[in-house]
């Protein structure tokens, strides 16, 4: 059936063959697509419309568009989950059928800053114990860490003891985190961390802000999290009230 036979909007048609195309292997992960020229005789419609599901598929972070480069197929994410799911670093990668481990950039105690002591009221604070990481997955680096805890809740030495910062809090400070508020943004290449996670100059990066708190709402852990987009996806659910 060629795609002209489909009542549909024509770009809505070439967005789901492409798609198909991708998932039966004719164009693999990281293979660069034809040429437009190429691909929209292939597939009997205008450049135009070919443009169009390109744009679309490129918002979908299924394909990457890198000008007077061509267009590439983008890995699939190895772990997706809805935001509301509050899981660690460590649990993510285990969830996703890899082996967790962390390179270890610093670990140090620090002076809470005014945006620290802000996050963490109304508990008072002086000073945070501060871990920066790169996180990896089967030894490919895929998410940046940057985690500051309540100091007297954490050894400082025991840290690199367990990947886990969620398992570290549990064990020696007797905190078990139960929920975060979270803020997401999206990132361009950032000239420190995009290097350490092997990100393509043209590929984003997710950062999650989180403020974790206990049950009984005490704050103990915040963290910024740069995740490779090629390897972490999140949703959310939204429900009509």
């Given at each position: 059936?060629?795609?002209?036979?489909?009542?549909?909007?024509?770009?809505?048609?070439?967005?789901?063959r492409?798609?198909k195309?991708?998932?039966?292997?004719?164009y693999k992960?990281?293979?660069?697509?034809?040429s437009?020229f190429e691909?929209?005789?292939r597939l009997?419609?205008?450049?135009t419309?070919?443009?169009?599901?390109?744009?679309?598929?490129?918002?979908?972070?299924?394909?990457?568009?890198?000008h007077?480069?061509?267009?590439?197929?983008n890995t699939?994410?190895?772990?997706?989950?809805?935001?509301?799911?509050?899981?660690s670093?460590?649990d993510?990668i285990?969830s996703s059928g890899?082996?967790?481990?962390?390179?270890?950039?610093?670990?140090e105690i620090?002076e809470?800053?005014i945006?620290?002591?802000?996050r963490?009221?109304?508990?008072?604070?002086?000073?945070l114990?501060?871990?920066?990481?790169?996180?990896?997955a089967?030894?490919e680096p895929?998410?940046?860490?940057?985690d500051?805890?309540v100091?007297?809740?954490?050894?400082?030495e025991?840290?690199?003891n367990?990947?886990s910062?969620?398992h570290?809090?549990e064990?020696y400070?007797?905190?078990?985190v139960?929920?975060?508020v979270?803020?997401?943004e999206?990132?361009?290449?950032?000239?420190?961390?995009s290097?350490l996670?092997?990100s393509?100059?043209d590929q984003?990066?997710?950062?999650l802000?989180?403020?974790?708190y206990?049950?009984?709402d005490?704050p103990?852990?915040?963290?910024?999290?740069y995740?490779?987009?090629?390897?972490f996806?999140?949703?959310v659910v939204?429900?009509?009230?």
């Amino acid at each position: 059936m060629t795609i002209r036979s489909d009542t549909r909007q024509l770009y809505l048609q070439v967005i789901d063959r492409l798609k198909k195309d991708i998932e039966n292997g004719l164009y693999k992960e990281k293979e660069k697509l034809p040429s437009e020229f190429e691909l929209s005789k292939r597939l009997g419609v205008s450049r135009t419309t070919l443009r169009e599901a390109l744009r679309l598929l490129e918002e979908e972070n299924v394909l990457t568009r890198r000008h007077g480069v061509g267009t590439f197929v983008n890995t699939k994410p190895l772990f997706s989950s809805g935001i509301e799911n509050l899981n660690s670093v460590t649990d993510m990668i285990i969830s996703s059928g890899k082996t967790p481990g962390a390179q270890y950039i610093s670990t140090e105690i620090i002076e809470a800053s005014i945006e620290d002591k802000n996050r963490f009221m109304p508990k008072e604070i002086d000073s945070l114990a501060k871990i920066e990481r790169v996180r990896t997955a089967d030894g490919e680096p895929v998410v940046y860490c940057v985690d500051k805890i309540v100091k007297e809740l954490i050894p400082i030495e025991k840290v690199h003891n367990q990947d886990s910062i969620f398992h570290v809090l549990e064990d020696y400070g007797s905190k078990h985190v139960s929920y975060a508020v979270t803020h997401i943004e999206p990132v361009g290449f950032h000239a420190d961390i995009s290097p350490l996670l092997n990100s393509q100059p043209d590929q984003s990066l997710l950062l999650l802000k989180q403020m974790h708190y206990t049950d009984t709402d005490e704050p103990v852990l915040y963290s910024a999290n740069y995740f490779r987009s090629d390897v972490f996806s999140f949703y959310v659910v939204r429900k009509r009230i």
